[in-house]
Nanobody, 113 residues
Framework: QVQLVESGGGLVQPGGSLRLSCAASERTFSIPLMGWYRQVPGKQRELVAIISNAGSANYADSVKGRFTISRDNRENTVDLQMNLLKPEDTAVYYC???????WGQGTQVTVSS
């Protein structure tokens, strides 16, 4: 069972930046797709960004141009660089790997002045 551990969440002011990191317990090159989802209370978990082993990335429209996903299969990590953060980006962010349905425990991101 692959374990994913997120880090890097916290409190940031609107317009600020955060970098989330996800560390996998096994070699990420064996996980074809890795990505980030987010969830706020009372709403469904939504896709933020996803990246293939070949480095092809897709983003939710709401984060395009502000967020960048990257993966390092040597370090077994997947990162999410978040710039120009908005209050509506506030959520718990989860790292995921598929196929396999792997999920991390989540890290809280709060954007507030």
């Amino acid at each position: 069972q692959v374990q994913l551990v997120e880090s890097g969440g916290g409190l940031v002011q609107p317009g600020g930046s955060l970098r989330l990191s996800c560390a996998a317990s096994e070699r990420t090159f064996s996980i074809p797709l890795m990505g980030w989802y987010r969830q706020v209370p009372g709403k469904q978990r939504e896709l933020v960004a996803i990246i293939s082993n070949a480095g092809s990335a897709n983003y939710a429209d709401s984060v395009k141009g502000r967020f960048t996903i990257s993966r390092d299969n040597r370090e077994n990590t997947v990162d999410l660089q978040m710039n120009l953060l908005k209050p509506e980006d506030t959520a718990v962010y989860y790292c995921t790997g598929s196929p396999g349905g792997y999920w991390g425990q989540g890290t809280q991101v709060t954007v507030s002045s």
